[in-house]
């Protein structure tokens, strides 16, 4: 059970616009600032979106992220096949003293 | 270009030991915090320990905690998992990760730590 809460599973059609939820409490989420990674098959997660909707250089504007209180989402506009990975929210838990994750939220391209 | 390569995983018994070792390339190391982050075989990510620059600061996830021990050596761009009193729930992929917080976060691409009898 992780301490932040993703749906299992995602799906859209190309072009289609996907949100993807993240549920977190006061000691995370509602007090830190949320990254998002991506990790395509059989490959090392890569950092997507951090400081909830700032995109490192090469990351397409088609990804943005935002936050609400102690909720963070995901939003990919303009979805291609090649947006099919799994993709995970982080942050720190000042209760735990450490980083929390996600359980990762599959996201397929129909 | 920037690397980060991880050894030291393989195949050990219940109660052993591991060290993992990761290899930074390409940035200069002794300027970003590092961290340990595992994968079980078809699950999520789970974070096992975080150390600050200069080693000051160190955090471990609780299931790890005073079985893991984390260090580095910055003159040789080294960051090291010593894993005592394995488990089987140890049994995972770990990824060496650069700073998970800034736009500079990277990973690598991990090694395989098989905890069985």
């Known amino acids: 059970q992780s301490v932040l809460t993703q749906p299992p599973s995602a799906s859209g059609t190309p072009g289609q616009r996907v949100t993807i939820s993240c549920s977190g409490s006061?000691?995370?989420?509602?007090?830190?600032?949320v990254n998002w990674f991506q990790q395509l098959p059989g490959t090392a997660p890569k950092l997507l979106i951090y400081t909830y909707n700032q995109r490192p250089s090469g990351v397409p504007d088609r990804f943005s992220g935002s936050k609400s209180g102690t909720s963070a989402s995901l939003a990919i506009s303009g979805l291609q096949s090649e947006d099919e990975a799994d993709y995970y929210c982080?942050?720190?838990?000042?209760?735990?003293?450490?980083?929390?994750f996600g359980g990762g939220t599959k996201l397929t391209v129909l | 270009e920037v690397q980060l390569v991880e050894s030291g995983g393989g195949l050990v018994k219940p109660g052993g030991s591991l060290r993992l070792s990761c290899a930074a390339s390409?940035?200069?190391?002794?300027?970003?915090?590092m961290n340990w982050v595992r994968q079980t075989p078809g699950k999520g990510l789970e974070w096992v320990s975080s150390?600050?620059?200069?080693?000051?600061?160190?955090y471990y996830a609780d299931s790890v905690k005073g079985r893991f021990t984390v260090s580095r050596d910055n003159a040789k761009s080294s960051l090291f998992l010593q894993m005592n009193s394995l488990r089987a729930e140890d049994t995972a992929v770990y990824y060496c990760a650069r700073d998970l917080w800034q736009p500079e976060s990277y990973w690598g691409q991990g090694t395989l730590v098989t905890v069985s009898s």
């Open positions: 150390i600050s620059s200069r080693s000051i600061y160190i």
């Open positions: 390409g940035f200069t190391f002794s300027s970003y915090n």
């Open positions: 006061s000691s995370n989420i509602g007090s830190n600032t």
């Open positions: 982080a942050a720190w838990d000042d209760s735990l003293n450490g980083v929390v």
